[in-house]
């Protein structure tokens, strides 16, 4: 399983989508954070926060994270190279978490530079440090989990297909739904006391919590929940070459 994960990695990099998912990703929130005089801008907001950031964050990864996981099977179905991968002494379960872990790896390498954006907000303060830690670490905690969440449903949508255009446009389809839709539904206020439910479904309501810093277990339980339900989909996906 690490050398099908490292494989993974090294076909990442050894292309350019690794790179330019990477630098798309810093390019467009440092733009936006920075540059454009815009709300989301840092040094027009009048506050020491990255709270931009991590509204940013999500609407990004809705497309960079499908790009990333739009190969995983889909590309090995297109040129038949699957069948030789499924005849390693790997599991299907190895097989699926390798690349699920290297979709997550890109994401987590994505986020590291961002810290950068940190410590320049940390010592830009007035006085120094006067930015919420704790709000911003539970931010980065909810990003990973969120980001995590986009990556198994990735996989999922490549191991559908043998198309990696209807991959990633399953996968849009898809990370949309479940980050905004709910919340969608909710603010029409058409369902009286099952609003609040609803609106618990989807994935901004639990990442929105998180980015209070406030870590709470049923956020984590309902993330680490969708990452296995898309995982053991992807599984059944893919054992349906057997039948």
């Known amino acids: 399983m690490y050398v099908l994960f490292l494989k993974e990695i090294k076909s990442f990099l050894n292309s350019l989508i690794g790179y330019i998912v990477i630098a798309v990703f810093l390019l467009v929130n440092g733009l936006f954070l920075w540059v454009f005089p815009m709300d989301f801008n840092i040094l027009d907001y009048g506050y020491a926060s990255l709270e931009n950031l991590f509204i940013l964050a999500p609407l990004v990864f809705l497309f960079l994270i499908p790009a990333i996981t739009m190969r995983s099977f889909a590309e090995e179905k297109r040129t038949g190279s699957n069948e030789t991968l499924f005849t390693k002494p790997l599991t299907d379960n190895q097989i699926i978490l390798a690349k699920y872990f290297a979709g997550l790896f890109l994401v987590v390498v994505s986020l590291l530079p961002t810290l950068i954006y940190f410590f320049s907000v940390y010592y830009l303060g007035y006085p120094k440090g006067n930015i919420d830690v704790g709000g911003t670490i539970g931010s980065y905690i909810g990003t990973l989990f969120l980001g995590a969440s986009f990556v198994s449903i990735g996989v999922f949508c490549s191991s559908l297909t043998d198309n990696q255009i209807t991959s990633f446009i399953l996968a849009l389809f898809l990370c949309m739904i479940l980050y905004m839709a709910f919340e969608f539904i909710y603010s029409l206020a058409l ?6 439910f609803i609106k618990s479904l989807g994935m ?21 929940s969708l990452n296995i339900l898309f995982l053991l989909l992807t599984r059944f996906s893919l054992q349906r070459r057997k039948w």
């Open 191 to 196: 369902f009286g006391k099952i609003d609040l």
């Open 204 to 224: 901004m309501e639990h990442y929105k919590s998180m980015s209070r810093g406030v870590i709470d277990s049923r956020d984590l339980i309902y993330f680490l």
